[in-house]
C-alpha cells in the first residue's frame, strides 16, 4: 500500500520564478492538505482540497495556489517566488468522514530552495 | 484557534518514561487533542489522539484532565529512536472539517 508520494524532492529556482509540486495521496484516501515547513519551524498549514475545491486556506498570498484532479492527486503552485518561499513543503492526506480520527498521513515533502 | 504552549527542548535518557505536558487553555468543546512525530526532513506522524480522559495505544498514551485545558504525552521507556520534534495540536479533526495547526513542537533529546 503507497503512502503519500511527492515529487520532486529537491527542487531549486530563483527569484520570480514559478514553482508546481506534486503530491499523489495515500490509496483511498479523498483529501489533500498542503503546508509549509521552514526551518526549524513547525508546519503552517496552506490549503485543503476535497472534491477538487479548496475547502480551508491558511494565512498565504494568492501566490500560492492549488489544484485536486478527480483521482485526488493534487498540486501546489507558487508563482513569482520570493527568497522567503524556500521551506520543506508537505502535502498530507486523509480520508473525510466521521469516522476515525481525522489522521493525516504526510509525505517526504519537496525541499525547495530559492536564489 | 486554540493556541498551544509546549516546552521548547526536553532531554532523556533510553529507557526512561518521558512526560511533555502541553497548555490550551482556550481549546473549545469541539476541539480533540492530537500529537504527531516528525523526525528530520520526513514528514509528521500521527501518534496518539484524544478528547477527554485517558487514550491508550501501542506507543504511547494520552492524559486528558477534565477542564481539557492541558493535556500530557507520555512515552514509556523511549529509545534513542525517539529523538525526535513532538507537535501537539488542538482542533477539529479534517475528517469533521477542520483544520490543526502545529506549534513549534518539543525537541525531544534521548541519550544513551
Known amino acids: 500500500d503507497a503512502g503519500v508520494t511527492q515529487s520532486p524532492t529537491h527542487l531549486i529556482k530563483t527569484r520570480g520564478q514559478q514553482v508546481t509540486l506534486r503530491c499523489s495521496p495515500k490509496?483511498?484516501?479523498?483529501?489533500v492538505s498542503w503546508y509549509q515547513q521552514a526551518l526549524g519551524q513547525g508546519p503552517q498549514f496552506i490549503f485543503q482540497?476535497?472534491?477538487?475545491?479548496?475547502?480551508q486556506r491558511g494565512n498565504f498570498p494568492d501566490r500560492f495556489s492549488g489544484h485536486q484532479f478527480p483521482n485526488y492527486s493534487s498540486e501546489l503552485n507558487v508563482n513569482a517566488l520570493l527568497l522567503g518561499d524556500s521551506a520543506l513543503y508537505l502535502c498530507?492526506?486523509?480520508?473525510?468522514?466521521?469516522?476515525?480520527?481525522?489522521?493525516?498521513?504526510f509525505g517526504e515533502g519537496s525541499r525547495l530552495t530559492v536564489l | 484557534l486554540a493556541k498551544t504552549t509546549q516546552p521548547i527542548s526536553m532531554d532523556s535518557y533510553e529507557g526512561q518514561e518521558v512526560n511533555i505536558t502541553c497548555s490550551h487553555n482556550?481549546?473549545?468543546?469541539?476541539?480533540?487533542i492530537t500529537w504527531y512525530q516528525q523526525f528530520p526532513s520526513q514528514g509528521p506522524r500521527f501518534i496518539i489522539q484524544?478528547?477527554?480522559t485517558k487514550v491508550t495505544n501501542e506507543v504511547a498514551s494520552l492524559f486528558i484532565p477534565a477542564d481539557r485545558k492541558s493535556s500530557t504525552l507520555s512515552l514509556p521507556r523511549v529509545s534513542l529512536s525517539d529523538t525526535a520534534v513532538y507537535y501537539c495540536?488542538?482542533?477539529?479533526?479534517?475528517?469533521?472539517?477542520?483544520?490543526?495547526?502545529f506549534g513549534q513542537g518539543t525537541e525531544l533529546s534521548v541519550k544513551p
Open positions: 498530507a492526506s486523509s480520508l473525510d468522514g466521521r469516522l476515525g480520527t481525522g489522521e493525516l498521513f
Open positions: 490509496s483511498g484516501h479523498d483529501t
Open positions: 482540497y476535497y472534491e477538487e475545491e479548496e475547502r
Open positions: 482556550n481549546i473549545a468543546t469541539n476541539d480533540y
Open positions: 484524544g478528547y477527554k
Open positions: 495540536l488542538v482542533g477539529v479533526p479534517y475528517n469533521q472539517g477542520g483544520k490543526l495547526i
